[in-house]
């Protein structure tokens, strides 16, 4: 069974500023890891899926890179609206598998 | 445009059973793959299993085999989840989300993603 452990877990940023989120896998998942956002009481959000594609009608701001174990969520330039949590997960292989999340929180 | 809708809010004593239901509208249902996922109070999400909706085949978690039934209804497009012997932490909002359609790259093609979500059915276990 694979872990995804994420990191850190909050993330304390200004408005405008860039974010960087790290996801790691305990084994290989290729590039087969989704990003989602998620905002309390609201069901996650698809960002990015086959590490670096982003999911339709998500913004430009939001890109995603790596492959195999290492994994990055980078935010270029947050807004009022990105403050959230944020997921990885890997569908590699059964059973499919999310991080414990980072916070992104208004610094 | 895609929905996918979920069953109400449930109260379930512990040792019970419970069915969540999600609709599913603006595609085609049989096409498509369902996942249930579900989130304990300030946890992360944990993925409960899968159903092929054109085939039914299923595959689920090993940490619920044997308490978890996932089924469908084409007639209906609607996905089903039943969780059973249910004990406190069982208490959950749980999630059906509906499959991305697969990414290639090399000559193989991979899907896991998710990309529509029901809105969530609150489950709460207690005596």
């Known amino acids: 069974e694979i872990v995804m452990t994420q990191s850190p877990a909050t993330l304390s940023v200004s408005p405008g500023e860039r974010a960087t989120l790290s996801c790691r896998a305990s084994?290989?998942?290729?590039?087969?890891l989704a990003w989602y956002q998620q905002k309390p009481g609201q069901a996650p959000r698809l960002l990015i899926y086959g590490a670096s594609t982003r999911a339709t009608g998500i913004p430009a701001r939001f890109s995603g890179s790596g492959s195999g174990t290492e994994f990055t969520l980078t935010i270029s330039s947050l807004q009022s609206e990105d403050f959230a949590v944020y997921y990885c997960q890997q569908y590699n292989n059964w059973p499919l598998a999310f991080g414990q999340g980072t916070k992104v929180e208004i610094k | 445009q895609v929905q996918l809708v979920q069953s109400g809010a449930e109260v379930k004593k512990p040792g019970a059973s419970v069915k969540v239901s999600c609709k599913a509208s603006g595609y085609t249902f049989t096409s498509y793959a369902m996942h249930w996922v579900r989130q304990a109070p300030g946890q992360r999400l944990e993925w409960m299993g899968w159903?092929?909706?054109?085939?039914?085949?299923?595959k689920y978690s090993q940490k619920f085999q044997g308490r978890v039934t996932i089924t469908r209804d084409t007639s209906a497009s609607t996905a089903y989840m039943e969780l059973s012997s249910l004990r406190s932490e069982d208490t959950a909002v749980y999630y059906c989300?509906?499959?991305?359609?697969?990414?290639?790259?090399?000559?193989?093609?991979?899907?896991?993603?998710?990309?529509?979500w029901g809105q969530g059915t609150l489950v709460t276990v207690s005596s």
């Open positions: 989300a509906r499959e991305s359609p697969p990414h290639c790259s090399g000559g193989s093609c991979y899907s896991g993603a998710a990309d529509y």
């Open positions: 159903i092929n909706a054109g085939n039914g085949n299923t």
């Open positions: 084994q290989s998942v290729s590039s087969n």
